[in-house]
């Protein structure tokens, strides 16, 4: 493989790690995003997912893609198909980010972005993250530092919290060679816990008191739209707490280890590379 590789969302918490470890191992890397400005050393592009005339100068010239659901958006039914069949018209192999336990049910839109995906023709690689560990930040910092807790509505479930850097070496593993081709894989870290645990942690790293608050749905919604997340993506994150509840996110797998060679990261790991922005 000698073409270019085009990463959607490069400017995200996954998109922006995942640039920069392509462009490490030599890669040629085009970075879509909304700016199109360079990223991480990458030529940039504009691409917006609402607007499939972006499409075509994005693709061009591309031979591999890593596509994603931007951030706060919803819609995957709607909007990943159109991208999908544009990479398979042009024959460019796609490495598409999903969720976590997906193939449940077939009903699940991710699930049939995948279908659409698996059906398409192109070689493609499937990875379904678990909870990011880095929501921690994302959107449960600013309960830390207003009132040092994390409130969500999780109960007593457990998750095996990835971090995000695990996922971009994932996906560069994933797009740099075909011996990966044709397969789901659960993205995991080593570890299930709680939030109660996650926050004693970040507790411990950061030298003030963080505690879990277990709350119900519209609480958290309330919470989130309060911090300044749109009301139908706050419903959408309150949602999938559902299998939390469950217990489905407890799964551990070592589909990490497998793609990258290294040993997934702790949770406990990403506390300490992060307690300087916790305690920001």
């Known amino acids: 493989m000698t073409g270019k590789i085009l990463v959607l969302g490069a400017t995200g918490n996954v ?3 995942l640039v920069r470890a392509l462009v490490a191992k030599g890669e040629a890397v085009r970075a ?6 360079p990223v991480e050393g990458a030529d940039g592009v504009v691409f917006n997912i609402l607007d499939p005339m972006t499409f075509p100068a994005a693709f061009d010239g591309v031979d591999r893609a890593f596509v994603m659901m931007p951030g ?5 039914k709607a909007l990943l198909p159109p991208v999908i069949e544009a990479a398979a018209s042009r024959g460019v192999k796609v490495v598409f980010q999903s969720v976590l336990g997906v193939d449940a049910d ?25 909870w990011f560990t ?21 109960a007593d479930g457990k998750s095996s919290f990835i971090d995000v850097r695990d996922i971009a070496d994932s996906a560069a593993a994933a797009l740099t060679t075909d011996r990966f081709d044709g397969k789901a894989f659960n993205l995991t870290g ?18 003030k008191p963080v505690a ?12 989130l739209v309060g911090a300044g997340v749109p009301e139908v993506y706050a419903r959408f ?24 060679g290294h040993p997934a990261r702790t949770v406990a790991a990403w506390v300490k590379d992060n307690a300087a922005t916790l305690k920001g």
């Open 212 to 223: 879990y608050q277990a709350i119900d749905d519209d609480a958290f919604v309330d919470n």
């Open 32 to 37: 879509a995003s909304r700016d199109g400005k």
């Open 134 to 154: 880095d929501n921690f930040i994302n959107y449960w910092k600013p309960g830390i530092d207003a009132a040092g807790v994390i409130a969500v509505p999780a």
């Open 237 to 260: 994150l309150a949602s999938i707490f559902y299998p939390v509840r469950q217990g489905w996110t407890a799964v551990v797998t070592a589909d990490v280890p497998t793609l990258t």
């Open 15 to 17: 998109g922006r790690p």
């Open 190 to 207: 080593p570890q299930a816990l709680g939030y109660a645990e996650a926050a004693a942690l970040i507790s411990e790293a950061i030298g």
């Open 72 to 76: 706060g958006y919803t819609e995957a």
């Open 106 to 130: 077939e009903s699940i839109p991710y699930r049939q972005v995948e279908i659409a995906l698996e059906k398409s023709g192109t070689p493609y690689v499937i990875l379904r993250p678990n």
